[in-house]
């Protein structure tokens, strides 16, 4: 069974800080990976999907990366914001779909 | 377009009641996914459709839950009857899905005490 980890489970960060956020899974065979952010009590955004064929997708200020042969992929957010505070989450696409327990980003003004 | 719709947004009911989650997926969209999220077990999948038929539903815990699809542009679960262990947040979830790219986009979500 596809395990789909994210570490840390907290961060938190003064503004304008780079960070990264990380993905880890066992199970290679994936179609895709999709990052979502989850606000308190809201449902998930979808903010970046990246296909097995893929390595990277780029929005605004965020970029994701894929390594499917190592099982990882990095959610990098540059110059960070009070706004981008949220629960950011990782879900895998094979022949299931699994989450990941996310990590919780706060951004501190 | 709205969105994934769902209804409602929050229920509270009793012990052995029959509840039912209504979902209007995007207009569209080919598949739909019910996930359910909960601080100990986080999101999990219950079951998703594939133009309308069950693809897989080994996700559902017990015979209690239940989910149709009756059309492309809405979708229920029920439970039933219902347990204070199934209180929880439901989301819903459509994706266009061509070929193996499937970008899910979800629903604000039900969330449902039970008593």
């Known amino acids: 069974k596809q395990e789909v980890t994210q570490i840390p489970a907290a961060l938190s960060v003064p503004e304008g800080e780079n960070l990264v956020l990380n993905c880890s899974f066992t199970?290679?065979?994936?179609?895709?990976l999709q990052w979502f952010r989850q606000d308190p009590g809201k449902g998930l955004t979808s903010l970046l999907l990246?296909?097995?064929?893929?390595r990277e997708q780029t929005s605004g200020r965020l970029n994701a990366s894929l390594d499917k042969s190592s099982g990882r992929s990095t959610l990098y957010i540059a110059a960070s914001q009070p706004g981008d505070s949220a629960t950011y989450l990782c879900a895998v696409t094979g022949n299931q779909f699994y989450f990941g327990t996310g990590t919780s980003l706060t951004v501190i003004p | 377009d709205a969105g994934v719709i769902q209804s409602p947004r929050h229920e509270v009911t009793e012990m052995g009641q029959e509840v039912t989650l209504r979902c209007k997926p995007i207009s569209g969209h080919n598949s739909l996914f019910w996930y359910r999220q909960t601080m100990m077990r986080g999101l999990e999948l219950l079951i998703y459709f594939n133009n309308n038929v069950p693809i897989d539903d080994s996700g559902m815990p017990e015979d209690r839950f239940s989910a149709k699809m009756p059309n492309a542009s809405f979708s229920t679960l029920k439970i039933q009857p219902s347990e204070p262990r199934d209180s929880a947040v439901y989301f819903c979830?459509?994706?266009?899905?061509?070929?193996?790219?499937?970008?899910?986009?979800f629903g604000p979500g039900t969330r449902l005490t039970v008593l």
């Open positions: 979830a459509s994706s266009l899905v061509q070929g193996s790219y499937n970008e899910q986009f």
């Open positions: 990246i296909q097995s064929s893929q």
């Open positions: 199970d290679s065979a994936i179609y895709n």
